[in-house]
């Protein structure tokens, strides 16, 4: 579970990060962070879509160890909050779209949960805001699922990328095996089944690398 910051005075709890005197950022970002944290646990009961999106084994490592998130990860996942949220309200204001559209859905006796950035009644298309300059596998797998848990018609899947300038990158459907994903995300929690790593450019900044081996570095983040 995550337990505090790792920064340039090391790993310390949020309460010391919060009080302490060298700011790496102000203290309103960490307390931003962690307070989504928690209610993102609050609000997904069981498995939620990100945690089955990228590796499973680093989403089994995240439930059972203790573990520091860098600095620069908190500036990120912060700066992806508030651009969404800007998108929400501004969307929340016009009509023919489902704006972070909370779902829930069983698969077996796994019961999945997700919030969709946006939904087009008119074009049929989900929207999926990333503060990223390029397209990621893992977002084209988030989706997938997105559409596998949507009960309306899809026709389209698109991401948008929000880094420098808004741009749209429509990608293609390919079903995910939910279900399988979630067996193997249980089986690592309870029985101690660790899951094979799915490398990626996400190990480089993992947040649970420590605990996992062999190490992987791969590309440019």
Known sequence: MLKGVNCSQGKVS?????????????????D??????IRYYEEHPQFSVSQITCCLRRSAL???KD????INTIVAAVNGTLIHKGLSEYFKTKQGY??????EKKFGDFLLTGTLDLYSYKTKTIYDFKTSSSVKPWYRRQLNIYKQMLDLPVEKLAIVLTNKKFSVVYVEEDPVNIHERLEVLNNAINKGILPEPEPSELCNYCEVKEFCTPRVT????
Request: net charge neutral.
């Open 98 to 103: 489902l704006s972070e559209y909370k779902m």
């Open 218 to 221: 791969i590309g440019k983040v």
């Open 14 to 30: 949020l309460k010391d990060c919060l009080e302490c005197a060298t700011r790496c950022v102000p203290s309103f970002v960490v």
């Open 67 to 70: 573990y520091f998130v860098d």
């Open 62 to 64: 995240q439930f059972t």
């Open 32 to 37: 931003v962070y962690f307070t989504g944290q």
